[in-house]
């Protein structure tokens, strides 16, 4: 960052997530064992899936993470689904050291730079999205959650996730320094991005012909096969594919379905574990 502060300031779409973390004894012999543990496993989990450790506190409200998506140079563009998961896994990580979390997640811009002068500053993220991130996650510490993750987060958030994770729309809550109450959501677990829709397909009438085609031979003849559709991003690959399990369903032709992810490219079989669960499930299920 040598000669380059000047230009760090700018406003940036972010997600951000603040964690609170109960369990930690300060006051035990060990204590800065505990909490470097603690900060490791959280930087595990979040850098997992690109994401930015912006602070860690402690102070009189506990001890807080402070994260973001979105920040340079790093941005993706499900970043709010990114974050939505990263904080579930360290939910599920902190489990497994003995301590609990609560974490509230907002979206939206912010401004970011450096604060402070030229002997000491930090890299600052100022804006109504982070007050609001802390007003949910002081919200989450005090609602029950059972089994799910005691995750909630704002409604754009829940909008630029919604398409791949399952959200429960909770009661609207109070939060300091809003004047009407809050959209609340808690995210319920991953879904298929090739769910059926009911919206009619335009064109691709060529490209939907052969996979009619197929989908005849393997019911007529039991022949399966192989089919590869490639297209630059948006071009309506996900809809195609979504139109022929639309077609299967209506011929009552079984469909099991995977998707990769560009977080999880370094995971064995990543895009195939659904479909072989579901597999393993339908045969225990059968006997």
Request: hydrophobic share 45%; aromatic share 6%; glycine share 8%.
């Amino acid at each position: 960052m040598a000669d380059q502060a000047e230009w760090l300031a700018e406003l940036r779409y972010v997600t951000v997530i603040f964690l609170c973390i109960d369990g930690l004894n300060y006051l035990a012999h060990d204590a800065l064992e505990q909490v470097q543990l603690v900060m490791h496993t959280l930087q595990a989990a979040l850098y997992h899936y690109e994401g930015s450790v912006n602070q860690f506190i402690v102070d009189d409200k506990g001890t807080v993470l402070v994260a973001a998506f979105g920040l340079p140079p790093l941005t993706h563009q499900h970043d709010a689904m990114l974050a939505v998961q990263a904080a579930t896994a360290m939910h599920a990580r902190l489990q497994q050291l003995g301590s609990a979390s609560s974490s509230g997640i907002a979206t939206g811009w912010v401004f970011c730079g450096a604060r402070g002068n030229t002997r000491r500053r930090d890299y600052a993220m100022i804006g109504d999205v982070m007050n609001l991130a802390a007003r949910l996650m002081q919200a989450s510490v005090q609602m029950p959650h059972g089994d799910l993750p005691p995750v909630i987060c704002d409604t754009t958030t829940y909008i630029g996730a919604r398409s791949h994770l399952a959200f429960e729309q909770l009661p609207p809550i109070k939060v300091k320094g809003k004047s009407e109450p809050v959209a609340i959501y808690r995210p319920m677990g991953r879904v298929l991005t090739t769910t059926r829709t009911r919206t009619p397909i335009i064109g691709r009438n060529r490209e939907r012909t052969l996979l009619r085609e197929q989908l005849d031979m393997l019911i007529a003849e039991r022949i399966g096969g192989v089919v590869i559709i490639e297209g630059e991003v948006g071009m309506g690959k996900s809809r195609l594919i979504s139109d022929v399990l639309e077609q299967a369903h209506e011929l009552h032709v079984i469909t099991l379905a995977g998707t990769g992810d560009a977080i999880e490219h370094n995971t064995s079989y990543h895009a195939w574990r659904p479909i072989f669960y579901a597999v393993v499930s339908s045969r225990s299920a059968a006997r």
